[in-house]
């Protein structure tokens, strides 16, 4: 019998900090699997240890409960008392929305890993289309050298940055992993990666990619 109960009627869902964290890497370990999968759900998926047996892929009860504690400990899962729908609209129509409100200044862009932008918000064409050649230039050095800047150097954060002459950022590049696919998410100013529409833009293309995938 488990030392751990859970709490009836809710819902799990990643945090803004673990939807990021779900994301942020390449490589996955199991947290980071639980997430992505708990993403993929079309509904936040009801807290039971069936539920977590299978998001987690184990059969161990305690395991099970044990990384569930971890992760929300580290702020990266929490329960809502009502069950939410991933957003269905086209990824078109909602994109612009959702990036408009993870960053303070309105200009950001996602873009793919071939360097096309897949929506952007506060930017002229031209604009957009270098920020994203670049942002695929970025996100292949940063492929090749994270072990460098991960492991020999001690850093622990992936993102990138062209920075004025006192060291603040004027735009940041973020690699964002989904699935098989990587993006970059550019922001000019300060990003606003706490808020809710962050997790519902890492969820929507959970979705969206995970279906592709299959």
Same mark, same amino acid.
């Given at each position: 019998?488990?030392?751990?109960?859970?709490?009836?009627?809710?819902?799990?869902?990643?945090?803004?900090?673990?939807?990021?964290?779900?994301?942020?890497?390449?490589?996955?370990?199991?947290?980071?699997?639980?997430?992505?999968?708990?993403?993929?759900?079309?509904?936040?998926?009801?807290?039971?240890?069936?539920?977590?047996?299978?998001?987690?892929?184990?059969?161990?009860? @305690?395991?099970?409960? !044990? %990384? *569930?504690? /971890?992760?929300?400990? &580290?702020?990266?899962?929490?329960?809502?008392?009502?069950?939410?729908?991933?957003?269905?609209?086209?990824?078109?129509?909602?994109?612009?929305?959702?990036?408009?409100?993870?960053?303070?200044?309105?200009?950001?862009?996602?873009?793919?890993?071939?360097?096309?932008?897949?929506?952007?918000?506060?930017?002229?064409?031209?604009?957009?289309?270098?920020?994203?050649?670049?942002?695929?230039?970025?996100?292949?050095?940063? @492929?090749?050298?994270? !072990? %460098? *800047?991960? /492991?020999?150097?001690? &850093?622990?954060?992936?993102?990138?940055?062209?920075?004025?002459?006192?060291?603040?950022?004027?735009?940041?590049?973020?690699?964002?992993?989904?699935?098989?696919?990587?993006?970059?998410?550019?922001?000019?100013?300060?990003?606003?990666?706490?808020?809710?529409?962050?997790?519902?833009?890492?969820?929507?293309?959970?979705?969206?990619?995970?279906?592709?995938?299959?």
């Amino acid at each position: 019998m488990s030392r751990f109960t859970l709490t009836k009627g809710l819902y799990l869902y990643p945090t803004p900090s673990g939807a990021y964290h779900a994301i942020s890497l390449k490589e996955n370990d199991k947290s980071r699997s639980f997430l992505q999968s708990v993403l993929k759900e079309k509904q936040t998926p009801e807290l039971n240890i069936t539920n977590l047996k299978r998001l987690m892929a184990s059969d161990d009860e @305690e395991k099970c409960m !044990e %990384l *569930l504690l /971890d992760c929300q400990k &580290l702020g990266w899962v929490q329960g809502l008392t009502e069950r939410l729908e991933y957003p269905k609209a086209s990824l078109e129509t909602i994109l612009p929305d959702l990036l408009d409100k993870v960053s303070a200044s309105g200009k950001v862009l996602l873009a793919d890993s071939h360097g096309f932008y897949l929506a952007c918000n506060g930017l002229d064409r031209e604009v957009a289309e270098d920020l994203s050649a670049l942002s695929a230039d970025i996100a292949t050095v940063h @492929e090749r050298r994270s !072990e %460098l *800047l991960m /492991d020999n150097m001690g &850093l622990t954060s992936h993102a990138w940055s062209l920075v004025d002459a006192a060291g603040n950022s004027n735009v940041g590049f973020w690699p964002l992993y989904i699935g098989d696919q990587r993006f970059v998410i550019c922001i000019f100013g300060v990003p606003y990666f706490n808020r809710p529409e962050f997790v519902s833009l890492i969820w929507t293309l959970s979705i969206r990619y995970a279906e592709e995938a299959q």
